[in-house]
């Protein structure tokens, strides 16, 4: 089955420092979304992108679908921005989605003030 | 407009006993799909449901099953509990499959 990869799995930042997440995956798919888990749990949709670039604050998405990956930006972090990054993809049978969100193992952002 | 509910939040239960999670998806959304999280596995798909009609299944056992009612409401049950059946579980819905899926709070299940 498809491979989902996120990198790096941990990263320490200072408030306001900007930051990259990367999540690579082995096949083609139909969706690709980025979620962020707050430490009580809750996964929060931060895009559905599959594919070109979109911006919502200080976060911003691009999926490069033919080279199979996908950056997740985060600019002037701030302590609530700590959490675990999930990119999850949706890979779909003949076109159409299976409903099945495959889920990478996530990169553990710690923002420290 | 209010978003993915579960109930309950917290549970303990005892091996060899059965558990039932509830979940209500966001108003008008008909796809609702579960998740199981643990430390060691990470997020793993255990069924999708659309119209009251199952079409997708992860790889657990038949131990686990759930369904969908008319209202798109949604219940998983664990039959059996194992010590491993301990995770926290997520309950996500969407407008239909392949849309933007919006999650639950999650029940966390502790068996002992």
């Known amino acids: 089955g498809i491979q989902v990869e996120q990198s790096p799995p941990d990263l320490i930042l200072q408030e306001g420092a900007n930051s990259t997440l990367r999540c690579n995956f082995s096949?083609?798919?139909?969706?690709l979304q980025w979620f962020h888990q707050n430490p009580w749990g809750q996964l929060i949709n931060l895009f559905y992108?599959?594919?070109g670039t979109k911006q919502n604050g200080r976060l911003s998405a691009t999926t490069v679908a033919t080279e199979r990956y996908s950056l997740l930006y985060i600019s002037s972090s701030q302590t609530t921005d700590s959490g675990v990054y999930f990119c999850?993809?949706?890979?779909?049978?003949?076109?159409?989605?299976?409903?099945?969100?495959?889920f990478g193992k996530g990169t553990k952002l710690s923002v420290k003030p | 407009k209010a978003g993915v509910t579960q109930t309950p939040r917290y549970l303990i239960k005892t091996r060899g006993q059965q558990v039932t999670l509830s979940c209500s998806p966001i108003?008008?959304?008909?796809?609702v799909s579960w998740y199981q999280q643990t430390p060691g596995q990470g997020l793993q798909f255990l069924f999708e449901?659309?119209?009251?009609?199952?079409?997708n299944k992860g790889n657990f056992p038949g131990r686990f099953s759930g369904r969908q009612f008319s209202n798109s409401r949604s219940e998983m049950n664990v039959s059996t509990l194992e010590l491993g059946d301990s995770a926290l579980y997520l309950c996500?819905?969407?407008?239909?499959?392949?849309?933007?899926?919006?999650f639950g709070e999650g029940s966390w299940l502790t068996v002992v």
């Open positions: 449901y659309f119209s009251e009609t199952q079409r």
């Open positions: 992108i599959p594919s």
């Open positions: 996500a819905s969407s407008l239909s499959s392949g849309n933007t899926i919006y």
């Open positions: 108003s008008g959304h008909r796809s």
């Open positions: 999850a993809v949706d890979q779909g049978v003949y076109g159409g989605s299976q409903g099945n969100l495959i």
């Open positions: 096949d083609s798919v139909n969706n």
